[in-house]
C-alpha cells in the first residue's frame, strides 16, 4: 500500500507545484499502468490477446455472438470529442498511448491468468471512472478481431452512454427487473465490435438489483461471446454496489484523480479491494512535467 501513498504524494505535489506556475491540466489526460510481471510482448510485437474460450460455467444458455448482433438495439452513436481521447486532437497523442499502455499491461495479465471481466471503479466521485471506462473500451476495439462490452452498473448516476452520444435506456436496470430483455438492453451503434449496456431508468433499490441472479446470469450468458466485459460501477465510499461486482469479476482498476483524492482514502478503498482482485491504480488528470508531454505514470497496488 506504500506503493499507492508515494504515487498520490508525489501526483499531488507536482500537480500544487505547477498550479503555482500557472499551468493548466489538459482536457481528459489520463495516465494508466499495471506492474509489469511478464515481458511486455506489445512493445516487439502485437499484444498478446486473451482466447475467447467457452468455460464450464458459462455453458448452460449458449448465445452466438452473430445472433446478438442480429437482435441488438442499432442506435446511431457518436463518440463525444470531450470524453474521447482517441476523438478530440486537443488532447494529444501522448495521452492516448497511455491507454494503449494499460490496455497492453491488461493483456500480459490476461496472458497469464483469467481476465475478461474488469471492473472499473473509484473511491468517490468526480474521479474519471467512467471516462477511463469508455476510453479502455475504445482502446481495445481497435484491434478489429477483439469484441468489448461495456456495461453501466453505475445505476444511481448513469453517465457511461453520454460518452458514446447513446441512448439511456432500456439499460441495466430494465432487465434486472425483468422489464425488458438482453436483446433489448444491448446496443451496437458503430462498425467495431464494442457494445453497450446503459444504466437504464433510475432505480430505488440498485444494490438489490446487483445481488439477484438476473445480474450473474446476465454476466454468465456474454461472457463466452466477448473477449472484455467492461464494468463501470459506483464509487466505492458511498455505496456498497462496487464490492458486490467485485465478486462477480476477474479483476478490479481503482481510478484516482490526481492532485485532488485524499491519500487516505484511496488507500483505505485499495485495502478493501486487495482480496477482492485488484489489479492496479489509474492516476487519472496528471499534469504535464515537461514540454513533450510525458505524464507522471502512478505506481500500482500490488497485484493478486
Known sequence: M???HEALKKSAQEKSTQQVAGSETGVGEAAGEIRRSVTWASEVGLPVIPPRIVTAGHQAMPLRYEELVLRCAHPEWRLDPLNSVFQNPKIGHSVAERFRTLRSRLYQIAATRTLRRLLVTSSVAGEGKTFVASNLAQSIVQQPDL???LVDADMRASRLHATLSAPSGPGLSDYLRGEADEFEVIQKGMEENLCLIPGGS?????????????????????????DWVIIDSPPAMPVHDASILAGLVDGVLLVVQAGSTHVAIAEKVATEFQGK????????????????????YSYQAERV
Open 2 to 4: 506504500s506503493r499507492i
Open 147 to 149: 469484441r468489448i462490452l
Open 202 to 226: 433510475q432505480v430505488s433499490n440498485p444494490s438489490e438489483l446487483l445481488l439477484s441472479e438476473r445480474m450473474k446470469h446476465l454476466l454468465d450468458l456474454l461472457t463466452p461471446i466477448f
Open 277 to 296: 482482485k485488484l489489479l492496479g491504480m489509474v492516476l487519472n488528470q496528471v499534469e504535464k512535467v515537461d514540454s513533450y508531454g510525458h505524464y507522471y
